[in-house]
């Protein structure tokens, strides 16, 4: 069966930093682009990052560019996001999640995305 996993998330104080994976099983990983998406309290998903099949196209939501880093690893069939200079703002459940078509590579739009693990849980505080 397609089975995605997160794993990587935990309570983390302001500055501080997590890696997050998202390991695959189930398909073909090298096909697909792989995104970040996360759900804070009181908010709708919304997108974090996503990575094209090569690694070729990579996409920021504005609000973590320069801090967070995505990555995969098709050997494995892992994707990573690096969180670094974590805020307040960044506490959420974090999905990982695979896009529906082959084509549109790199896009970062929920509706693009038809699979979805079931989350780890960030916690940013003091």
């Known amino acids: 069966q397609l089975q995605l996993v997160e794993s990587g998330g935990g309570l983390v104080q302001p500055g501080g930093s997590l890696r997050l994976s998202c390991a695959a099983s189930?398909?073909?990983?090298?096909?697909?682009?792989i995104g970040w998406f996360r759900q804070a309290p009181g908010k709708e998903r919304e997108g974090v990052s996503c990575?094209?099949?090569?690694?070729?196209?990579?996409n920021y939501a504005d609000s973590v560019k320069g801090r967070f880093t995505i990555s995969r690893d098709n050997a494995k069939k892992t994707v990573y996001l690096q969180m670094n200079s974590l805020k307040s703002e960044d506490t959420a459940v974090y999905y990982c999640a695979v896009a529906k078509w082959v084509t549109g590579q790199g896009v970062c739009v929920i509706a693009d995305f038809g699979s979805w693990g079931q989350g780890t849980q960030v916690t940013v505080s003091s």
């Open positions: 189930g398909f073909t990983l090298d096909y697909y682009t």
């Open positions: 990575i094209s099949s090569s690694g070729a196209i990579i």
